[in-house]
Each structure stands twice: as structure tokens, then as C-alpha cells.
């Protein structure tokens, strides 16, 4: 038997080992550090360090200043409310999908993916389309004289009142809640549903045998075996939230944590900031605490086990009845809300003249016109940025798969660690610290910020391509290169004549990917584009929303432009994914 | 044809040793079999003759020349993988050639090179094919295609029909060797399986805890090896402990078994008091009545009737014997049966310590 872990580089020639142990992969882990890591360390250093003097004068501001503190409390509240509410309607839902016998499965499945492929606060701008006060609901309601003032949940606040004082220590913005809720059901209802598709079926039926009624077997064994998946999702949702700038300046709403520090951060024009420092901070922070205790779950390299079973046979459920009744009502109900937002992007996409009525009066491709004319320079920027990320995504995967699968490096846990760090920490962070970082030299933000931008989304956004890579990786056996050893191609040959075609199909659907991450972008490149011209079609949408002549029908005209191009590319990534050794699928 | 020496061979991985202090000599044209249980070292001492993992320590000779630093791509061997390792995105041509490909031929010797071989493993007609269109045992002679087209030195095979079913296994064991007497290649064979290491080797060597326990035919390994690892691993062996009764004149011993007495031969001239005693199924017999003074009581435990031969395991005492009869001799016992237990004192082996 062949020993777990051996290496097919035996050291033979000590310098190679050295050049393909150790100086590669430090040099390719330091690049990727200059973008991810450093920024992150200058924050935290901004924090402590002022005028060359350690100091903890910043930090304590947490506990005195007011606004601060209300800020952490409404995201840690809100973050919570949606990480909860998001868990309790997507394991039903998932749950039904994977086991009960209802009708239109794939269509239920596929609703669950719409907010996956546009980018999430996109969503966001057809919620208030809908929703909104001027919104079609709201609008079609006061005209049937259902309701006589306009629809107030996406604005409704809640406030928490401190009953000792009287005074008021946070708040709970319901209409964020519910788009974030609605934007984030994916995240929780997709990594559920590849855990669930991996529970071993013979556990429950192990527990009916034994007696125990589906109910009790649903919670003690089910739910459990599905545990990693569900907590995987449970902090992505919550993480997702702390990293949410879009959605609340969608519905203008400013006091969470990375809106906070965005404006801190924008009114000092980027320049050093206490309040945005010490907000990153803490941002990063709660970002570290996600990753080392849920390590376990989020693990890029955990990623082929979910993948793995993705396709396994399932004993169906039938449900007749009362029961079959509710269990369509809520799964219908769900897809309305779940697809109300892509509808009203639509419906706004191609308003020429919409004004308190219900529907547009006149539709047309005007509002598609006016992106061509005055945003083209954004549309560009975004595939410069999104051909950017494909590009270095796929040779930094490759290389750093390759060297963490194939060859015994001591230290591939850290590597993992590091390459994690961009799913964690949000954007608002890394850009405040390229800020400071690039300031007066050749890739300061004022001066390059079509290249600064670029490269701080392409090594943000790897994860994305790294973790298919990586897993498609670690699926082709060590033997294709040993035959090819054996019978006289040198390691150089190997790699290119059996490695990387064997790799293909994964390299680019795992571009494509990043192209589609990029593409959905907005935080970072919100934080460093200061000039309208950096800008990408993400950012482009609130420059829409706020410009008079523009408003929200131009902003879902360029929402829409960017979901045809995600879904384009999602379905070449799907087709490419297929045909990876393993059969990796993406979603 | 080339001759491989293996000299005091050892591979370390970690603190764990997976080949201890190896020595072999197998000579050219000889098909030798590297058999062991899973973690024996079988497979990394045939990765290390490949190249694909350097010795801790020791020499690999081939022809008397040292290729131990030697890169796999400049060994000239040819091997093929228990996963067969076809490459999925090249068709089974393009599989086959690689290696000629990498030598530089032309177009046409390639061509005719590639034909050749496929006839050689009975696939004409398959170049198109992609490995996921094969079945097992087509797959696994692409794989061996793959290995000779080179004309390769030596053919190493790892584990290579693990992963077929009862009946082609045997098949593809048979074809093998027809194909390697026919070359007259030396092959080295891994496999942790006795019966096939049995059927198709000339020279066995068996391994355990990364050494070398024994090598020979596969008649010596099978009938007069008393190595008590080899006995329990090779086939079934029932062991008795024996204590000396008395030492006889024409250099026997005299020993006292829960089985009977037995005068067996003392090969190695020791004198202990007490012995370990071991035989094959087969050489026991059952019987209904005590025929033989020798013969013992027993008690019939539980009856696997297996075809050709049906294994009893019967109870002397507390000890547990198994019993084969061959089918054309078998009385039919029942579980529970009394009956008598009858060794055949010559193939009744001194296991050494």
C-alpha cells in the first residue's frame, strides 16, 4: 500500500526542492499577502499606532462614543435577526425540495439560484422597486384603496430603548432585514441542501427502525449529520451581512458597521480616519472569530466532500393532504418573495415613463440606451476588472493547488488559512487599508485606480476560483503523472502534457466563476474608485440611483445588464465544471 | 532483459519505516511477485525500483549499474498503476503513444508501434475509444499497452487486477504471464492475493512489516516454508502446540499434541521442550470411526460447503481445527456430528521462531 501524503517529488536534486517547496509558493502566498494581508495588518496598525506612539485611545472610543456603539449593536442585532430568521425559512425549504414529492422542483430550485447569479444588492434596488413606498405594491394597493397611506416595511425601524435610561441603544431596520434575508436564502439554502444530500440515508432509516418518529429523527439525526453544512451557511450569512454595503444604502440606511465605515473613511477624504479604523477593526475582527471557530465548516479544501455526493439517490417522501396543502403554500410563497426583487429589476429595466402609477406607461430599451452613452466607462472598467480576476485567478489557483496538493509543504494549513481571508474580511477593510497603503506611490487610488482596483478584486475574489481548482485538484490521482514519469517525460512535460490538460475543464470554470464574483463586486471598489471614471457597473447603479435625470429605472437597467452577463458566464462555468475529472459541479 | 539487485534497501517516511534493509536479486526474464498484506512495503519498494520514491538507504541495481539517483524518466521501466491511471481526456491511442511521443519517433513508427502493441493486448481497433467507453479489464490493457509500447526494461505491475472482478482476474493473470514469457521482459508483481502470487510467479518474495520474510517458488513458499507469518498468510495452517516426549534414535523427535503423538523430523537439530506445530487443512482427515490409534475425538463446529472441497471447522477440546475434504470424498458431516480427527504425520511442519 502507498502511503497517504507521499510525494511524487522525491528530492532528488535538493535545489529543485527548494525552488518548488519553498520559493514558489512563499513568493506566490507573498503577492497574493500584499493585497489581502497587508492592508488588513495596516488597519489594525492604524488602530494602535498613532504619530509612531502605541496608543489605546482609539480603542476605548468604543466605550464612550455613542455612535459607535450603537453601530456594533445594530449589526451584531441585525446580523443576528437575518442569520435566524434566513436559517428558519431555508430549512424547510431545503428540506422540502430534497425529500418531499411536490411538483416543480427545479423550478423551486432554481429561484433559490436568481439571487446567486446577480449581485446581491441588485436584488435589493427590485425589493424597493416592489416594495418601496413609490414601489408596485405599495402603488397598486393604494389604488385599489386597499391600504390609504404607502407601504412603509421597507422603511419601518424598530427601536431597542435601554429600560433603565430611557435612552435608545439601537435599532432594527426591517427593510434591510428583509432583502438581506431574501438575498442571503442561497447561501443558507445551498450549502444546506449539498449537506442534506450527503446525510447516509441508512442513519434515518437506522432511527425509524428503531422506532423514532420523523419528527424526533429529523432533529437528532438528520439535523445533526447536516450540522457542518448548516453552520458553514449560518456563518456565511452572517458574515455576508457584516460585509453588506449595498443593500443599506439601497434602502438608505447608514448605521451598520461597513456603511460606517465607508462614509468615516470617504468624509475624511481618504485619508486616516479613528472611527473607520476602528470600525475595520472590529470588522475584522468579528472576521477572524468566524474563521477559527468555524475553521472546520469553512474550509476551502472541505469544499470536494459537499461537492462529492451532489447527485445521490434520495428516497422520496409523498405527502398528501392538509399537509400537501401547506407544504405548497409556503414553498410557493417563498418563490414570490424569493423572485419578487429580479422582477422588479425587469419591470424597471425597461421603464420609459413610470410615475406613481403601478406599471410603467411606456416601455422601451430607452434606459438601456442612456447606459451605453453615459456609463460605458463603467461597463468597461467591469470587464477589466473581471477579465483581471479570471486571469490571475486561474494561474494563482493552479500553481497554489498544485503545490499544496502535490508536494509535502509543512505549512499548506497556513496557506489555507491565508487564501480563506478575503471570504471573511470585508471589503470596506481592504480597501481603507490599500488606501493607506498606495497613497503617493505609482498605484495610488487617485492617481492608477483602474490597476489598484483590479488587482485588489482579482486576489479578493481567488477564493472563488481556488476552491473548484483546488478540489478538482486534489481529484486527479498522483499515478497520471507517475505513468507519465515512468515512461520518459520529464516533470516539466508532465505538467504541461497531463496536468493541465486534466486541469482544463476546472481552470476555466474556476475563472469563470471569479469573473462572475468580480463582476458582482462592489465594497472594495466603492471604497477605492474616488473618481466616477474607476467605477464598475456595481458602482455605476448608485450613481444612477442618485443622479436626477437618472434614478432607479436607469440603475436597474445596468442591474440588468450585469445579470444576462453573470448568467451567461454561469452556464459556460457549468458547462465546463461538468466535465472536470470528478464531475465537480459548481452549484 | 536486465537483471535487478536490491541492496539493503530502506525507506523512512517520518519515524515510520516502510522498507527495512531489502535485499533481492531477480534475475532477467523472471516474473517475480512482491507478495504482503496491505502496509507490507510491497508497493513502495516497487515505487522505489520505479523512481517515483527515493531510497532512505540502500542501492538499486539494474545490470549491476546503480540507477538509485536516477529519475523515473531516465529508468527506462514500464508500469502500470491498481487505478490503471489512463489519462480521461486523451483517447486510448493518444494513451498508448505518449511515451513514443516523448521519444521523438515519427508519425508513422508511432503509428505502427501503437497497432502492434494494442494487437499485443488483443484491443485492435480501440484507438478512438476514450478510457470511460473500456470495461475493466479493457482499461487495464491499454494500461499494459501503454507500459510495453516503449519496450520498457523492466514491467513493474502494481496491484494490477485488484480492481477486476473474481472471474476476469483469473483471466487477465493468465494473459499477463502468456505475454510476459512470451517478451521474456522481467516483471516484478505486487499483490497482497497468495493464490495469484501462486499462479503466476516464478519467484515469490513475501514481505511483512517492510522486510523480506521468505522468497522461493511458488512451491517452496507454499509446501515446506516454515516461517510461521508465511503459514498463516499463504493459504490457512492450523497450529498445535507440541511438547517432547522423548528423542528418537534416527534424529525424530517424539512430540505429544492435544492432536495425538507424532515423530516428526527435527530439521534444525534445536532441542526445546515444547514446540509449535503446524498443518494445512487438507492434510487432516475425518473420520466416523477411530480407524487409527492416533486419532482423536472431535466435534464438528461449523460446515462451509464451498464447491469443490467443503471446510469443516471441528473442536478438539478448546482448540479449533479446520478441516478441508475434498467434495468427491466428503461423507457429508452436520454441524454437531461427532467424529474422529486424523493428521498425516508427514506434512505436519515445525514452525520456526
Known amino acids: 500500500m502507498r502511503l497517504k501524503g507521499t510525494s511524487i517529488f522525491p528530492p532528488i536534486f535538493p535545489v529543485n526542492k527548494l525552488i518548488s517547496h519553498i520559493i514558489v509558493p512563499i513568493s506566490l502566498i507573498t503577492i497574493f499577502s500584499i493585497f489581502i494581508v497587508y492592508p488588513i495588518l495596516v488597519v489594525i496598525a492604524g488602530v494602535f499606532i498613532v504619530n509612531g506612539k502605541f496608543t489605546l485611545a482609539n480603542l476605548l472610543t468604543i466605550t464612550y462614543d455613542p455612535f459607535i456603539s450603537t453601530i456594533i449593536i445594530n449589526t451584531l442585532i441585525m446580523g443576528g435577526l437575518v442569520t435566524l430568521i434566513t436559517l428558519i425559512l431555508a430549512v424547510p425549504y431545503t428540506y422540502i425540495l430534497n425529500r418531499y414529492d411536490i411538483p416543480f422542483k427545479s423550478f423551486f430550485l432554481l429561484i433559490t439560484l436568481l439571487p446567486f447569479i446577480s449581485p446581491p444588492y441588485v436584488g435589493g434596488l427590485g425589493y424597493i422597486n416592489m416594495l418601496g413606498r413609490q414601489g408596485v405594491i405599495s402603488l397598486s394597493l393604494l389604488r385599489l384603496r386597499l391600504i390609504d397611506k404607502p407601504l412603509e416595511i421597507m422603511y419601518a425601524?424598530?427601536?431597542?430603548?435601554?429600560?433603565?435610561?430611557?435612552?435608545?441603544?439601537?435599532?432594527?431596520?426591517?427593510?434591510?432585514?428583509?432583502?438581506?434575508?431574501?438575498?442571503?436564502?442561497?447561501?443558507?439554502?445551498?450549502?444546506?441542501?449539498?449537506?442534506?444530500?450527503?446525510?447516509?440515508?441508512?442513519?434515518?432509516?437506522?432511527?425509524?427502525?428503531?422506532?423514532?418518529?420523523?419528527?424526533?429523527?429529523?432533529?437528532?439525526?438528520?439535523?445533526?449529520?447536516?450540522?457542518?453544512?448548516?453552520?458553514?451557511?449560518?456563518?456565511?450569512?452572517?458574515?455576508?451581512?457584516?460585509?453588506?454595503?449595498?443593500?443599506?444604502?439601497?434602502?438608505?440606511?447608514?448605521?451598520?458597521?461597513?456603511?460606517?465605515?465607508?462614509?468615516?473613511?470617504?468624509?475624511?477624504?481618504?485619508?486616516?480616519?479613528?472611527?473607520?479604523?476602528?470600525?475595520?477593526l472590529l470588522m475584522i475582527t468579528i472576521g477572524l472569530l468566524v474563521l477559527f471557530l468555524g475553521r472546520k465548516y469553512i474550509s476551502l479544501s472541505r469544499y470536494v466532500s459537499v461537492v462529492k455526493g451532489a447527485a445521490r439517490y434520495r428516497k422520496i417522501v409523498r405527502i398528501r393532504g392538509i399537509?400537501?396543502?401547506?407544504?405548497?403554500?409556503?414553498?410557493?410563497?417563498?418563490?414570490?418573495?424569493?423572485?419578487?426583487?429580479?422582477?422588479?429589476?425587469?419591470?424597471?429595466?425597461?421603464?420609459?415613463?413610470?410615475?406613481?402609477?403601478?406599471?410603467?406607461?411606456?416601455?422601451?430599451?430607452?434606459?438601456?440606451?442612456?447606459?451605453?452613452?453615459e456609463y460605458f466607462t463603467l461597463f468597461r472598467n467591469s470587464i477589466i476588472y473581471s477579465i483581471t480576476s479570471m486571469i490571475i485567478g486561474i494561474i494563482m489557483s493552479a500553481l497554489i493547488?498544485?503545490?499544496?496538493?502535490?508536494?509535502?509543504?509543512?505549512?499548506?494549513?497556513?496557506?489555507?488559512?491565508?487564501?480563506?481571508?478575503?471570504?471573511?474580511v470585508p471589503g470596506v477593510v481592504i480597501g481603507i487599508g490599500t488606501w493607506a497603503i498606495w497613497r503617493g506611490t505609482p498605484l495610488d487610488p487617485f492617481?492608477?485606480?483602474?490597476?489598484?482596483?483590479?488587482?485588489?478584486?482579482?486576489?479578493?475574489?481567488?477564493?472563488?476560483?481556488?476552491?473548484?481548482?483546488?478540489?478538482?485538484?486534489?481529484?486527479?490521482?498522483?499515478?497520471?503523472?507517475?505513468?507519465?514519469?515512468?515512461?520518459?517525460?520529464?516533470?516539466?512535460?508532465?505538467?504541461?502534457?497531463?496536468?493541465?490538460?486534466?486541469?482544463?475543464?476546472?481552470?476555466?470554470?474556476?475563472?469563470?466563476?471569479?469573473?462572475?464574483?468580480?463582476?458582482?463586486?462592489?465594497?472594495?471598489?466603492?471604497?477605492?474608485?474616488?473618481?466616477?471614471?474607476?467605477?464598475?457597473?456595481?458602482?455605476?447603479?448608485?450613481?444612477?440611483?442618485?443622479?436626477?435625470?437618472?434614478?432607479?429605472?436607469?440603475?436597474?437597467?445596468?442591474?440588468?445588464?450585469?445579470?444576462?452577463?453573470?448568467?451567461i458566464v454561469s452556464y459556460l462555468a457549468n458547462l465546463f465544471a461538468k466535465k472536470t475529472i470528478g464531475g465537480l459541479r459548481l452549484f | 532483459m536486465v537483471n535487478v539487485k536490491l541492496v539493503n534497501l530502506t525507506k523512512v517516511f517520518g519515524k515510520e519505516v516502510a522498507v527495512d534493509n531489502v535485499n533481492l536479486e531477480i534475475e532477467h526474464g523472471c516474473f517475480f511477485t512482491l507478495l504482503g498484506p496491505s502496509g507490507s512495503g510491497k508497493s513502495t519498494?516497487?515505487?522505489?525500483?520505479?523512481?517515483?520514491?527515493?531510497?532512505?538507504?540502500?542501492?538499486?541495481?539494474?545490470?549491476?549499474?546503480?540507477?538509485?539517483?536516477?529519475?523515473?524518466?531516465?529508468?527506462?521501466?514500464?508500469?502500470?498503476?491498481?487505478?490503471?491511471?489512463l489519462w480521461p481526456f486523451m483517447t486510448v491511442f493518444d494513451n498508448v503513444a505518449f511515451g513514443l511521443k516523448i521519444r521523438k519517433f515519427s508519425k508513422e513508427e508511432i503509428k505502427k508501434r501503437v497497432r502492434e502493441a494494442l494487437r499485443l493486448v488483443q484491443l485492435e481497433g480501440m484507438e478512438k475509444k476514450y478510457p470511460h467507453q473500456l470495461s475493466g479489464g479493457q482499461q487495464q490493457r491499454v494500461a499494459l499497452a501503454r507500459a510495453l509500447v516503449v519496450n520498457p526494461k523492466i514491467l513493474l505491475l502494481d496491484e494490477p487486477l485488484s480492481n477486476l472482478d473474481a472471474k476476469l482476474r483469473i483471466e487477465m493473470r493468465r494473459e499477463i504471464r502468456k505475454l510476459q514469457?512470451?517478451?521474456?521482459?522481467?516483471?516484478?508483481?505486487?499483490?497482497?492475493?497468495?493464490?495469484?502470487?501462486?499462479?503466476?510467479?516464478?519467484?515469490?518474495?513475501?514481505?511483512?512489516?517492510?522486510?523480506?520474510?521468505?522468497?522461493?517458488?511458488?512451491?517452496?513458499?507454499?509446501?515446506?516454508?516454515?516461517?510461521?507469518?508465511?503459514?498463516?498468510?499463504?493459504?490457512?495452517?492450523?497450529?498445535?502446540?507440541?511438547?517432547?516426549?522423548?528423542?528418537?534414535?534416527?534424529?525424530?523427535?517424539?512430540?505429544?499434541?492435544?492432536?495425538?503423538?507424532?515423530?516428526?523430523?527435527?530439521?534444525?537439530?534445536?532441542?526445546?521442550?515444547?514446540?509449535?506445530?503446524?498443518?494445512?487443512?487438507?492434510?487432516?482427515?475425518?473420520?466416523?470411526?477411530?480407524?487409527?490409534?492416533?486419532?482423536?475425538?472431535?466435534?464438528?463446529?461449523?460446515?462451509?460447503?464451498?464447491?469443490?472441497?467443503?471446510?469443516?471447522?471441528?473442536?478438539?477440546?478448546?482448540?479449533?481445527?479446520?478441516?478441508?475434504?475434498?467434495?468427491?470424498?466428503?461423507?457429508?458431516?452436520?454441524?454437531?456430528?461427532?467424529?474422529?480427527?486424523?493428521?498425516?504425520?508427514?506434512?505436519?511442519?515445525?514452525?520456526?521462531?
Open chain 1, 157 to 280: 425601524i424598530t427601536p431597542i430603548i435601554n429600560p433603565m435610561t430611557g435612552a435608545r441603544i439601537a435599532e432594527i431596520h426591517w427593510g434591510l432585514i428583509l432583502i438581506c434575508v431574501l438575498t442571503y436564502f442561497p447561501l443558507m439554502a445551498l450549502t444546506f441542501l449539498s449537506a442534506l444530500q450527503n446525510v447516509d440515508e441508512s442513519l434515518e432509516e437506522e432511527a425509524y427502525i428503531l422506532g423514532s418518529k420523523p419528527m424526533t429523527t429529523f432533529f437528532k439525526i438528520t439535523l445533526k449529520s447536516a450540522m457542518p453544512g448548516l453552520i458553514s451557511g449560518i456563518m456565511l450569512v452572517f458574515i455576508s451581512f457584516v460585509d453588506e454595503i449595498g443593500i443599506p444604502l439601497i434602502v438608505g440606511y447608514r448605521n451598520v458597521m461597513a456603511v460606517a465605515a465607508y462614509e468615516a473613511i470617504e468624509e475624511s477624504s481618504f485619508y486616516y480616519t479613528p472611527r473607520g479604523y476602528v470600525l475595520s
Open chain 1, 323 to 373: 399537509k400537501r396543502i401547506l407544504v405548497m403554500s409556503f414553498m410557493i410563497l417563498m418563490s414570490i418573495l424569493l423572485s419578487i426583487g429580479a422582477i422588479g429589476v425587469i419591470i424597471a429595466a425597461f421603464a420609459e415613463r413610470w410615475y406613481l402609477t403601478p406599471l410603467p406607461t411606456k416601455v422601451g430599451l430607452k434606459n438601456f440606451g442612456v447606459v451605453f452613452d
Open chain 1, 401 to 424: 493547488s498544485y503545490i499544496m496538493v502535490r508536494m509535502k509543504i509543512s505549512y499548506s494549513s497556513v496557506l489555507d488559512y491565508i487564501l480563506t481571508l478575503p471570504l471573511v
Open chain 1, 447 to 567: 492617481l492608477n485606480p483602474i490597476t489598484i482596483i483590479a488587482l485588489v478584486i482579482a486576489f479578493r475574489k481567488l477564493p472563488y476560483a481556488f476552491r473548484g481548482i483546488h478540489a478538482s485538484t486534489l481529484q486527479i490521482p498522483p499515478e497520471f503523472e507517475e505513468v507519465g514519469l515512468t515512461l520518459g517525460a520529464s516533470r516539466i512535460k508532465t505538467l504541461f502534457k497531463i496536468m493541465l490538460p486534466a486541469l482544463a475543464p476546472a481552470l476555466v470554470a474556476g475563472g469563470l466563476l471569479a469573473f462572475i464574483a468580480a463582476m458582482t463586486e462592489l465594497s472594495s471598489t466603492l471604497v477605492l474608485s474616488a473618481t466616477k471614471s474607476a467605477g464598475s457597473l456595481t458602482v455605476g447603479i448608485f450613481l444612477a440611483l442618485t443622479d436626477i435625470r437618472h434614478g432607479p429605472t436607469v440603475a436597474s437597467a445596468i442591474a440588468m445588464i450585469i445579470i444576462v452577463t453573470c448568467l
Open chain 2, 45 to 85: 519498494t516497487l515505487r522505489m525500483i520505479a523512481g517515483l520514491e527515493e531510497p532512505t538507504n540502500g542501492e538499486i541495481l539494474f545490470d549491476g549499474k546503480p540507477v538509485t539517483r536516477l529519475p523515473p524518466y531516465k529508468r527506462g521501466v514500464g508500469m502500470v498503476f491498481q487505478n490503471y491511471a
Open chain 2, 181 to 353: 514469457r512470451s517478451l521474456g521482459i522481467t516483471t516484478i508483481y505486487v499483490t497482497h492475493d497468495q493464490e495469484e502470487a501462486l499462479a503466476i510467479s516464478d519467484k515469490i518474495a513475501v514481505m511483512n512489516h517492510g522486510r523480506v520474510v521468505a522468497t522461493g517458488t511458488p512451491y517452496e513458499i507454499y509446501i515446506n516454508c516454515s516461517e510461521e507469518f508465511i503459514l498463516s498468510f499463504v493459504g490457512h495452517t492450523n497450529f498445535i502446540e507440541g511438547k517432547v516426549k522423548s528423542i528418537l534414535g534416527d534424529g525424530r523427535v517424539l512430540i505429544e499434541t492435544p492432536l495425538g503423538d507424532f515423530a516428526l523430523k527435527n530439521a534444525e537439530g534445536t532441542s526445546k521442550k515444547t514446540y509449535l506445530l503446524g498443518f494445512r487443512p487438507e492434510y487432516a482427515k475425518l473420520t466416523k470411526k477411530k480407524t487409527r490409534p492416533n486419532a482423536r475425538e472431535a466435534k464438528i463446529v461449523v460446515k462451509e460447503f464451498l464447491g469443490k472441497f467443503t471446510r469443516y471447522e471441528v473442536k478438539v477440546d478448546d482448540q479449533t481445527i479446520v478441516v478441508d475434504v475434498m467434495a468427491k470424498d466428503d461423507p457429508g458431516y452436520a454441524e454437531g456430528d461427532a467424529v474422529y480427527i486424523d493428521l498425516d504425520e508427514d506434512h505436519i511442519i515445525m514452525v520456526r521462531d
